[in-house]
């Protein structure tokens, strides 16, 4: 979504049809900065992202110094669309940082709040609190069960998604007319956003994007005087804390493993992305099924994967699906491959749709503020 100088591209966090649009678009615009939704103390840590030795799933990790249990982190999959518009802007020469509220800020003490006995106690700011589902609330609009399908067919497996960040911004814009007023703590981060986007949009002449959660993208485009956002984040209280990068793994990526922001199935949007652009996907997963199967001892043959793969077909169609999501392969594979038995499904799950990625990193400096 384009704002003058500045255009807005609403994401889904590790999405890799988000992240495949995504490049085209920056390839299109050609921006002279890339400004992504992440702790703005941290930008002089990007550059580590394009080195070679950096092999994701990667984790920003932030710590404050005198606890460091403490610990925020901000995850990188190959397939993230944050990952690949760093790795554009340093292929072609643009500035790329960071504009969210800084990391220490995060972990920042608050003002005492009282207890129960009048005296006052020493609170910490946590992690921004999950707000309500947006797209849950469409995709039940739109008579879907959940938000993940809906989101695939729209945006990750559309073959032919068109001018999809308009449609995001346009989607978002009206689910946040019927919201009520953010939390505190959001409202800073995208008060934050809004003076970062506008400082950029001082220090350069060429494009700007914003690469930020679909969820921001009407606060950040909105109106408002700098003097209200500046109001807002006076008095910031930070903490001294360390930065880093550390290696992460796929199932950590999961939704099912308390990651708020992560996916239903790592492994799946691993796939995706490494098959974007390609007809044969449903195939290659199915192929992928049958190896893990093979391994284990069970007998697969060559019709049954036929015929699974004619059932998935069949599936999307009678549910209106673009094309086989992992939920009807998964559907097809447990007819044809596994004979009706579901709970053999456990055995290519974990490994298949979470992974068993581990990734790798280059020796990083500690990186204090």
């Known amino acids: 979504m384009v704002d003058s100088d500045v255009s807005y591209f609403g994401i889904r966090h590790h999405g890799p049809g ?24 941290a930008s002089a840590l990007l ?4 080195r070679p030795e950096m092999q994701p799933p990667v984790a920003l990790l932030c710590y404050p110094e005198d606890d460091p249990a403490a610990t925020s982190f901000w995850p990188f999959a190959e397939f ?22 800084p990391s220490s800020a995060r972990v920042a003490p608050v003002e005492a709040a009282e207890k129960a006995d009048g005296t006052e106690a020493a609170v910490e700011v946590e992690m921004a ?23 695939a067919d729209i945006i990750e497996q559309n073959p032919q998604p068109g ?79 360390t930065m880093t990068w550390a290696p992460w793994t796929g199932p950590r990526l999961a939704l099912g493993f308390g990651y708020g922001a992560g996916v239903v199935a790592p492994g799946w949007c691993k796939h995706l992305w490494q098959t974007r652009g390609r007809h044969d996907a449903a195939t290659l997963w199915l192929a992928m099924i049958a190896a893990v199967l093979r391994a284990k001892g069970h007998m697969v043959s060559t019709a049954s994967l036929i015929e699974a793969e004619r059932l998935a077909r ?56």
């Open 163 to 241: 001018p999809i960040f308009a449609a995001i911004a346009d989607a978002m814009t009206t689910l946040r007319e019927g919201e009520g007023p953010l939390a505190e703590f959001e409202a800073k981060r995208e008060a934050h956003m809004r003076l970062e986007i506008a400082a950029a949009r001082k220090e350069f002449d060429g494009p700007i994007a914003v690469v930020c959660g679909a969820f921001h993208v009407p606060a950040l485009q909105a109106t408002r005087p700098q003097k209200e956002d500046q109001a807002l984040l006076k008095g910031l209280a930070r903490r001294k804390s």
């Open 18 to 41: 988000s992240a495949a649009s995504l490049v085209q678009a920056l390839q299109e615009l050609k921006p002279a900065a890339v400004l992504i939704e992440g702790p703005a103390d």
């Open 129 to 151: 609190p999950h707000l309500r589902d947006p797209i849950g609330t469409l995709a039940q609009a739109a008579g879907y069960e959940d938000g993940e399908s809906w989101w």
């Open 314 to 369: 069949t599936l999307a169609a009678i549910r209106e699906r673009p094309k086989p999501g992992f939920e009807e392969l998964r559907d097809a594979a447990i007819a044809a491959l596994f004979n009706g038995e579901a709970v053999l499904w456990a055995l290519v799950e974990a490994e298949l749709l979470l992974g068993a990625d581990v990734g790798e990193i280059p020796p990083t400096p500690r990186w204090r503020r």
């Open 47 to 50: 550059s580590f992202l394009a």
């Open 80 to 101: 993230s669309p944050e990952y690949q518009a760093t790795l554009w802007a340093f292929s072609n020469k643009a500035t790329v940082r960071f504009i969210d509220l």
